[in-house]
């Protein structure tokens, strides 16, 4: 069946290190998204892409990075310069011509 | 820029009680709106969608929104809860680029 693959499920970062957050969909999409989720604060994007090789900055993408090199594949970097990491990473994407998204389960990552 | 705004952080109602999730948006061209469930430590699952057509639009699990464009709601109903309802709701509108902007949930809780 066609979704799309989030992992890990939970992650753990130590203070001042990086961590790669995995998003791949076999859904034929064009277009990805990467959203964080805190409580009470819905969800914020993070970075896009609506093609390979592009992506665009959303409404928080200090400390966080991506990259796109396959339509496949949307990895996001929280790096350490992102000084509240702690929280839940969503990754959807959607067709060309579609309208809503398709979503991934979601990566939870805790700084210790 | 389009935003949506949900009005109640948390709704509680009885099992078999009408379940109403109130949703208003904000939108410099005709809106794309959506409503999605979220249960815990998952991702977003599509509940229904506006487009263009009819205002009535029919969802998944007994689910319907009303648009209205006159008062910019986009309220999500249900005859009657179930048990299996309880979960966190978000309503999204969509702007440039494709981009989903959400609201800030509403967590519903169906009591005995």
């Known amino acids: 069946d066609g979704g799309i693959t989030q992992s890990p499920k939970y992650l753990f970062r130590k203070e001042g290190q990086n961590v790669t957050l995995s998003c791949e969909q076999n859904?034929?999409?064009?277009?990805m998204y990467w959203y964080r989720q805190d409580p009470g604060q819905g969800l914020r994007l993070i970075y896009y892409?609506?093609?390979?090789?592009?992506?665009q900055k959303g409404d928080i993408a200090e400390g966080y990075s991506v990259s796109r090199e396959k339509k496949e594949s949307f990895p996001l970097t929280v790096t350490s310069a992102q000084k509240n990491p702690t929280a839940f990473y969503l990754c959807a994407s959607m067709r060309a011509g579609g309208y809503g998204y398709t979503f991934g389960s979601g990566t939870r990552l805790t700084v210790v | 820029a389009q935003s949506v705004t949900q009005l109640g952080s948390h709704v509680s109602v009885s099992e078999g009680a009408l379940v109403l999730l109130r949703c208003n948006y904000s939108?410099?061209?005709?809106?794309?709106l959506f409503w999605y469930v979220q249960y815990p430590n998952q991702g977003l699952q599509l509940l229904l969608k506006y487009t263009t057509g009819a205002t009535l639009v029919k969802g998944i699990n007994g689910f319907e929104a009303e648009f209205k464009k006159s008062e910019t709601s986009f309220h999500l109903t249900k005859p009657s809860a179930h048990m299996s309802d309880a979960a966190e709701y978000f309503c999204a509108v969509r702007g440039g680029g494709n981009k989903l902007t959400f609201g800030t949930g509403t967590q519903l809780k169906v009591e005995l």
């Open positions: 892409s609506q093609i390979v090789n592009d992506f």
């Open positions: 939108s410099s061209v005709p809106p794309y």
């Open positions: 859904l034929n999409h064009d277009a």
